[in-house]
């Protein structure tokens, strides 16, 4: 199926760019034109966005930091934890498993890493590809950091299976001194060596990066849901980088890095 009047009414967008629409106001726009099934790719997307806000809910956030992007307003995101709806089983395991808030806290990258992981398993298409890559370059970006402070790597990624592609390529490497990206993840890489100890340099590269991988991903297709997607999901990252600072450059960072010191 093709959305050639709704594609081609958004305006193009580079990295640096304020959008016209926000990442809701989109959701608004598309949702009009898609079936059931397309919404539900949507929603598996902004399933990140509500276990971001799970998080926030444990660590006692200021109200005003839940992100509306989610599925779920707070008031549902508490009812859906009590009565173990929404969400898919492997959230309320990791739940029962991590009952304590600094518990859930320290492990939280676990969970995210299974909200990957499994969707992209029942996923084809633009989202499988891009929760394969958000998956991937987390664990890369785990490992250089690992080699860095010269962390046990096996360690930082005990809850791996080895025989995934994307980890062996990493443990192959786990007696050498240095990392060496895997193909596809030269600039990635280049860009870590650059950003050295400056948090907000290194968030604001990994962002275009992740933003040039997506546009690249729909490059050959146009009109279709595949762009609707990855246009949304440009437009939160440039969404991220206004409220961006330098504190919380740090936060996001210590996060993604998994830094459980």
């Not at 806000?53 to 549902?76: E, I, V």
């Not at 980890?167 to 030269?186: C, L, M, N, R, W």
Request: glycine share 2%.
């Amino acid at each position: 199926m093709f959305f050639y009047y709704l594609a081609s009414s958004l305006t193009p967008i580079e990295f640096g760019d304020v959008a016209e629409l926000s990442f809701l106001e989109l959701l608004e726009k598309f949702d009009a034109n898609l079936s059931t099934s397309q919404k539900k790719e949507f929603e598996v997307l902004r399933v990140y966005f509500d276990l971001e806000n799970l998080k926030k809910l444990f660590s006692n956030q200021a109200p005003d930091d839940f992100d509306l992007r989610g599925n779920l307003t707070k008031k549902q995101l508490k009812e859906a934890i009590e009565n173990q709806e929404f969400f898919p089983r492997y959230v309320f395991d990791f739940l029962s498993q991590h009952q304590a808030s600094k518990d859930l806290l320290i492990h939280y990258p676990e969970l995210l890493n299974s909200y990957f992981r499994n969707e992209a398993e029942k996923a084809s298409g633009f989202l499988k590809e891009y929760l394969d890559f958000e998956r991937e370059w987390r664990l890369l970006l785990t490992a250089f950091r690992a080699k860095k402070l010269k962390k046990n790597l096996t360690k930082e990624l005990s809850f791996e299976d080895p025989k995934d592609e994307i980890v062996e390529t990493i443990f192959q490497q786990k007696e050498s001194h240095y990392f060496d990206a895997p193909a596809g993840y030269e600039e990635f890489y280049e860009m870590l060596l650059g950003a050295k100890n400056n948090p907000l340099y290194q968030y604001k590269h990994l962002a275009e990066f992740r933003f040039k991988k997506l546009r690249a991903l729909v490059q050959d297709r146009p009109f279709t849901l595949d762009y609707l997607m990855s246009y949304a999901l440009r437009v939160a990252i440039l969404e991220d980088l206004r409220i961006l600072n330098d504190i919380k450059g740090q936060q996001i960072l210590n996060t993604i890095l998994k830094d459980r010191e």
